[in-house]
């Protein structure tokens, strides 16, 4: 069974940084390329990172772009989201996905809450 | 960016009814499209893919359907556990974008 569990959220005053992470069990890691989406407070959907199996490319909308660092451990399956210069619209449960190639995120974590306010 | 437009917004339905959500893209999009279906409180799941293609485990009263700029999902005979809010997302283009989601209740 595909498990992702996030861990890492919590309240950060804006400006300041926080780093997610997601550790992945019930699949071959190193296989597939990974994403982090967030959803803020009764909103949609926003793809936030990709990286591919390897680690070896990266990619991210211009709304996060020079701000977050998405990374990857193929060796403790464990996914990283480093948020820097954080803002208030940054507000959103984050969650890790599995993306299917760079295309459709095919599992999702249950989520991890971050807070942006002072 | 591809802009993807869900309607409707929200919509009520019976039991045993059946429901269609619309998907647009801005552009050709190719079947590059996902459907999600988010009930309350818990993460996304994955329903459909390439456009018409069911995920694992999903029960087959879902299917998708369209092409080009215009894509749906069909949910027949709803139950109970349907509701929730729907999600489109096309992968056709980077970056990925979603629709604005459809919440689906009970009538």
């Known amino acids: 069974e595909v498990q992702l569990v996030e861990t890492g959220g919590g309240l950060v005053q804006p400006g300041r940084s926080l780093k997610l992470s997601c550790v992945a069990s019930g699949f071959t890691f190193n296989n597939y390329w990974m994403s982090w989406t967030r959803q803020a407070p009764g909103k949609g959907l926003e793809w936030v990172a990709s990286?591919?199996?390897?680690?070896?490319?990266?990619y991210y909308p211009d709304s996060v772009k020079g701000r977050f660092t998405i990374s990857r451990d193929n060796a403790q399956n464990t996914l990283y989201l480093q948020m820097n210069s954080l803002r208030s619209e940054d507000t959103a449960t984050y969650y890790c996905t599995r993306m299917y190639y760079g295309s459709y995120f095919d599992y999702w974590g249950q989520g991890v809450m971050v807070t942006v306010s002072s | 960016d591809i802009q993807m437009t869900q309607s409707p917004a929200s919509l009520s339905a019976s039991l045993g009814e059946t429901v269609t959500i619309e998907c647009r893209a801005s552009?050709?999009?190719?079947?590059?499209l996902a459907w999600y279906q988010q009930k309350p409180g818990k993460s996304p799941q994955l329903l459909i893919y390439?456009?018409?293609s069911l995920h694992t485990g999903v029960p087959s009263r879902f299917s998708g359907s369209g092409s080009g700029t215009q894509y749906s999902l069909k949910i027949n005979s709803l139950q109970s556990e349907d509701v929730a809010s729907y999600f489109c997302q096309q992968y056709y283009n980077y970056p990925p974008t979603f629709g604005g989601g459809t919440k689906l209740e009970l009538k």
């Open positions: 990286i591919t199996n390897s680690g070896g490319s990266t």
């Open positions: 390439n456009a018409n």
């Open positions: 552009e050709d999009i190719y079947n590059g």
